[in-house]
Protein backbone atom coordinates (compact mmCIF):
# COMPACT_ATOMS: atom_id res chain seq x y z
CA UNK A 1 0.00 0.00 0.00
CA UNK A 2 2.96 2.53 0.87
CA UNK A 3 4.91 1.73 -2.44
CA UNK A 4 1.50 2.28 -4.70
CA UNK A 5 0.51 5.43 -2.80
CA UNK A 6 4.11 6.40 -3.09
CA UNK A 7 3.87 6.19 -6.63
CA UNK A 8 0.86 7.77 -7.08
CA UNK A 9 2.78 10.85 -5.20
CA UNK A 10 5.54 10.69 -7.08
CA UNK A 11 8.12 9.89 -3.92
CA UNK A 12 10.27 6.93 -3.26
CA UNK A 13 9.61 5.11 -0.22
CA UNK A 14 12.53 2.19 0.86
CA UNK A 15 11.64 -0.03 3.26
CA UNK A 16 13.88 -1.41 6.12
CA UNK A 17 12.95 -3.31 9.34
CA UNK A 18 15.18 -4.14 12.01
CA UNK A 19 14.66 -5.16 15.45
CA UNK A 20 18.50 -3.64 16.10
CA UNK A 21 18.34 -0.45 18.26
CA UNK A 22 21.80 0.25 16.92
CA UNK A 23 20.53 -0.70 13.06
CA UNK A 24 18.18 1.61 13.83
CA UNK A 25 19.98 4.66 15.05
CA UNK A 26 22.34 3.78 12.10
CA UNK A 27 19.53 4.00 9.62
CA UNK A 28 18.04 7.55 11.11
CA UNK A 29 21.71 8.66 11.26
CA UNK A 30 22.22 7.99 7.85
CA UNK A 31 19.09 8.88 6.34
CA UNK A 32 20.92 12.86 5.11
CA UNK A 33 23.75 11.67 3.59
CA UNK A 34 21.86 8.73 1.65
CA UNK A 35 19.25 11.49 -0.19
CA UNK A 36 16.33 10.63 2.05
CA UNK A 37 13.68 13.98 2.46
CA UNK A 38 12.14 12.39 5.46
CA UNK A 39 11.41 9.15 7.85
CA UNK A 40 8.46 7.53 8.42
CA UNK A 41 9.60 5.50 11.70
CA UNK A 42 7.90 2.87 13.73
CA UNK A 43 10.11 2.29 16.37
CA UNK A 44 7.97 -0.52 18.07
CA UNK A 45 8.79 -0.66 21.83
CA UNK A 46 11.76 1.32 21.60
CA UNK A 47 9.19 4.68 21.55
CA UNK A 48 8.81 4.10 25.12
CA UNK A 49 12.44 3.53 26.06
CA UNK A 50 15.02 5.10 23.38
CA UNK A 51 17.10 8.28 24.22
CA UNK A 52 19.81 6.95 21.29
CA UNK A 53 16.85 6.65 18.78
CA UNK A 54 15.82 10.54 20.29
CA UNK A 55 18.88 11.74 19.89
CA UNK A 56 19.40 10.27 16.55
CA UNK A 57 16.11 11.55 15.09
CA UNK A 58 17.37 15.43 16.91
CA UNK A 59 20.33 14.98 14.56
CA UNK A 60 19.27 13.79 11.72
CA UNK A 61 18.28 16.75 9.89
CA UNK A 62 15.15 15.31 8.19
CA UNK A 63 11.76 15.49 9.33
CA UNK A 64 10.47 12.02 11.07
CA UNK A 65 6.80 11.39 11.62
CA UNK A 66 6.26 8.26 13.72
CA UNK A 67 3.51 5.72 13.06
CA UNK A 68 2.48 2.82 14.72
CA UNK A 69 0.04 0.63 13.51
CA UNK A 70 -2.27 0.71 17.13
CA UNK A 71 -3.31 3.56 19.54
CA UNK A 72 -0.45 3.65 21.93
CA UNK A 73 -2.38 5.85 24.07
CA UNK A 74 -5.67 2.93 24.32
CA UNK A 75 -3.22 0.30 25.19
CA UNK A 76 -0.81 -0.23 28.47
CA UNK A 77 -0.13 2.27 30.71
CA UNK A 78 3.47 2.40 29.86
CA UNK A 79 2.74 2.72 26.12
CA UNK A 80 1.24 5.97 26.34
CA UNK A 81 4.73 7.98 26.63
CA UNK A 82 6.39 8.27 23.61
CA UNK A 83 10.17 9.07 24.62
CA UNK A 84 10.55 9.82 20.40
CA UNK A 85 7.70 12.17 20.06
CA UNK A 86 9.97 15.12 21.15
CA UNK A 87 11.91 14.70 17.69
CA UNK A 88 9.40 13.52 15.24
CA UNK A 89 7.28 16.08 13.13
CA UNK A 90 4.21 14.08 14.00
CA UNK A 91 2.70 10.94 14.98
CA UNK A 92 0.42 8.75 13.10
CA UNK A 93 -1.48 5.94 15.10
CA UNK A 94 -4.31 3.32 15.28
CA UNK A 95 -5.30 3.23 11.61
CA UNK A 96 -3.55 -0.19 11.47
CA UNK A 97 -1.68 -0.71 7.84
CA UNK A 98 -3.28 2.83 6.72
CA UNK A 99 -1.28 3.99 9.13
CA UNK A 100 1.82 3.77 7.47
CA UNK A 101 -0.01 5.71 4.08
CA UNK A 102 -1.46 8.52 6.24
CA UNK A 103 1.89 9.28 7.52
CA UNK A 104 3.70 9.09 4.09
CA UNK A 105 0.70 11.17 2.56
CA UNK A 106 1.64 13.58 5.46
CA UNK A 107 5.16 13.87 5.01
CA UNK A 108 5.00 14.06 1.65
CA UNK A 109 3.27 17.31 1.86
CA UNK A 110 5.52 18.83 4.40
CA UNK A 111 8.43 18.09 2.58
CA UNK A 112 6.99 19.66 -0.75
CA UNK A 113 5.51 22.67 1.16
CA UNK A 114 7.80 25.78 0.12
CA UNK A 115 9.78 26.72 3.70
CA UNK A 116 9.80 30.46 4.82
Known sequence: MVDARAKELRARVTSVQTNHEGAIVDLIGDAKDEGYAGILLNAGGYTHTSIAILDAILAAGVPTVEVH?????????????????????GKVTGFGAMSYVHALEALVAHVRTPKR
Open 69 to 89: LSNPEARDEFRHRSVIAKGCL
